[in-house]
């Protein structure tokens, strides 16, 4: 309503000049009536670029309150994440320093048990070296027992000193896990305190968008109306063409039909022409034999003519017929075999699929109906979803494939389809196209650059889908 005044008012303007003249009588040439049409015209011209810059700047405001969105859910994700980090960091380090309590204490005990025991043997040594405590024994088998036992105790002690040395190098290395995990946590700790900040400061400007937006409610509603028809005329393309092929299909069908059809005629045909010709060669074959029956009989009056039995006749060998309809009903054409093993692979391979970008990347528009996280009563309705990247990179083929159609769309530039046996992915919005209408694809093969906007502050949005014919899937179920 503002731009409709805003237009009124300058056309006011420009023609007060003209109807104070005429109030006061003066005569208005050719001349001045052209120069009062041209600056009209002029002015409503500047009206209408203002408008369109307006709904450009409305446009780049909710492109960018999308991407903020995206930003904000995937670093409120982030936070929940680091929060359960902190969480399973919090358990280990309590865990970790319960275990360096208990060692310390059994360590603790270890020395204390093994002090005392050393000082006894250290004292007995002392009345008694080793040497005279053997030579000393009475007999050659006390001798035995106490060379025995001496070892046994070197064996002991440095048993003993192992433990102590091991239940040391343990404590140390517990100590050390504790102070790894007490740097994680701080670190992790610091982490969310960033996000947290980056977060209120991303909240923070969302709601002077929303603001700005929401003050904007005119081009608001041209822009959103702009995107729906857009989005409507890309709906209506993809399933001009998807109805196209599925028409060629049941044409080629109907041609395969027609010519199994044709053949198993001309194999019918041939089959009685064999039967006529066999007919008629038994026919000749029993005259031929039927005269030369009769001019023996004339030969030779008093011999009787020896009968001719029918079973003499050699047994004609039966043709195998054709019956069309059955072949019909038992046969698929090529087309519907590929279909089936193609379709049968991309579904295997649901929720795996690779992604349709590689690297970084966020998902600024989701699939369905929805309403606006941000933009009270806005609903929005997106057949696949909108991917942003950094400028300069390229979409890939999700699976093996075909390019099925290459076309352009108002708003999304070049739009590749691929066909997957019955199934259809579909990535809008490239710039530079790498493949063409007909290509074998494999998975990960690059289908082009994506289209960076500089109206837009360079963003870089592909928009991708995922169909069975014309039935919409949420491509998020698909890839990974």
Do not use: C
Request: positive net charge.
């Amino acid at each position: 309503m503002k731009h409709i005044i805003y237009i009124l008012v300058v056309v006011m303007l420009v023609l007060t000049p003209a109807g104070a003249d005429a109030r006061r009588g003066s005569r208005r040439n050719a001349k001045s009536v052209k120069q009062e049409q041209r600056a009209t015209a002029k002015a409503i011209e500047k009206a209408k670029n203002d408008i369109t810059q307006n709904d450009k700047e409305t446009r780049r405001q909710l492109n960018r309150l999308n991407s903020l969105s995206a930003e904000i859910d995937s670093r409120s994700r982030d936070i929940e994440a680091l929060k359960v980090r902190i969480a399973t960091l919090d358990r280990r380090l309590k865990t970790v320093g319960d275990s360096i309590t208990l060692l310390e204490s059994s360590l603790a005990a270890l020395k204390t048990s093994y002090g005392r025991t050393l000082s006894d043997i250290r004292r007995r040594r002392q009345a008694m070296n080793d040497f005279m405590f053997v030579f000393s024994s009475e007999s050659f088998n006390q001798a035995y027992r106490r060379v025995r036992y001496l070892r046994q105790l070197d064996r002991w002690q440095k048993t003993k000193a192992g433990q102590i040395a091991g239940r040391k190098a343990e404590l140390e290395q517990r100590r050390t896990t504790l102070e790894g995990l007490r740097r994680d946590r701080a670190s992790a700790l610091a982490q969310l305190a960033a996000s947290q900040k980056t977060l209120e400061t991303d909240r923070g400007r969302t709601e002077e968008i929303v603001s700005s937006l929401r003050r904007q409610g005119k081009s608001l509603k041209n822009v959103l109306a702009e995107n729906k028809r857009r989005m409507q005329a890309l709906d209506d393309e993809l399933d001009r063409i998807i109805a196209e092929e599925a028409r060629r299909a049941e044409e080629a069908r109907k041609a395969e039909e027609a010519r199994k059809a044709a053949e198993a005629r001309k194999a019918e045909e041939a089959r009685k022409a064999r039967e006529e010709a066999e007919r008629k060669a038994r026919d000749e074959a029993a005259r031929k034999k039927a005269v030369a029956a009769d001019t023996a009989k004339d030969k030779s009056p008093v011999e009787k003519t020896k009968p001719v039995a029918k079973d003499d006749k050699k047994p004609v060998k039966p043709v195998e017929q054709v019956v069309p309809q059955q072949k019909k009903q038992s046969d698929f054409d090529a087309m519907a075999e590929a279909d089936r093993k193609l379709t049968g692979s991309f579904a295997d391979n649901k929720g795996r699929l690779l992604f349709p970008v590689a690297g970084q990347y966020k998902i600024v528009g989701i699939f369905g109906r929805t309403s606006h996280p941000d933009l009270s009563r806005v609903e929005v309705n997106n057949s696949g979803i909108d991917i942003e990247v950094p400028a300069g990179a390229k979409a890939r083929a999700v699976f093996d494939g075909e390019v099925s159609s290459v076309f352009r769309v108002n708003g999304y530039h070049n739009v590749v389809m691929l066909r997957h046996g019955s199934y259809l992915t579909v990535y809008a919005g490239i710039d530079r196209l790498a493949v063409k209408k007909g290509d074998k694809v494999k998975a990960g093969q690059a289908l082009g650059s994506i289209y960076t906007d500089a109206d837009d502050d360079n963003r870089t949005i592909l928009h991708f889908e995922v169909r069975r014919e014309r039935e919409k899937l949420n491509p998020t179920d698909w890839v990974r």
